[in-house]
């Protein structure tokens, strides 16, 4: 049993530096199979709030370091999607209508 955590240990060892890295390159510039902005820009709510989140679980709990990182990304990142829905959209460039690209859809649509 012992050899069997060692090895597990040395593939994850040896595997995640290159597998984390390669995945998350993937999920980000991996074109049309993985559109991670569709639904709109969470990073920078995402990176706002993280800090604050991992300094409250660090103080308040006493979880596990793979559990207190996958807790801390999750919560990071759904703070970060409610930032850009409650309040980074509605600032955004990208979502305001085009004023020219609306005139230019009603002329096409009129004719």
């Known amino acids: ?4 955590a060692h090895f597990s240990q040395l593939a994850v060892d040896l595997l995640a530096p290159i597998t984390i890295p390669y995945a998350m390159f993937l ?13 709109g820009d969470f990073s920078y709510g995402t990176y706002l709030y993280a800090f604050p989140i991992q300094q409250l679980l660090v103080a308040e709990t006493r979880l596990a370091f793979p559990v207190y990182v996958a807790v801390a990304m ?3 990142l ?12 509605w600032f955004h460039r990208s979502a305001r209508p085009n004023r020219e690209r609306a005139i230019a859809k009603a002329c096409a649509n009129a004719s």
Not at 1 to 4: L, N, Q, R, Y
Not at 27 to 35: C, Q
Not at 83 to 88: D, P
Request: aromatic share 16%; net charge positive.
């Open 1 to 4: 049993m012992v050899a069997g």
């Open 27 to 39: 999920l980000a510039f991996g074109g049309e199979r993985f559109r991670a902005a569709a639904y």
């Open 74 to 76: 999750s919560l990071s």
């Open 78 to 89: 759904l703070a970060g999607v409610a930032s850009w829905f409650a309040v980074e959209r």
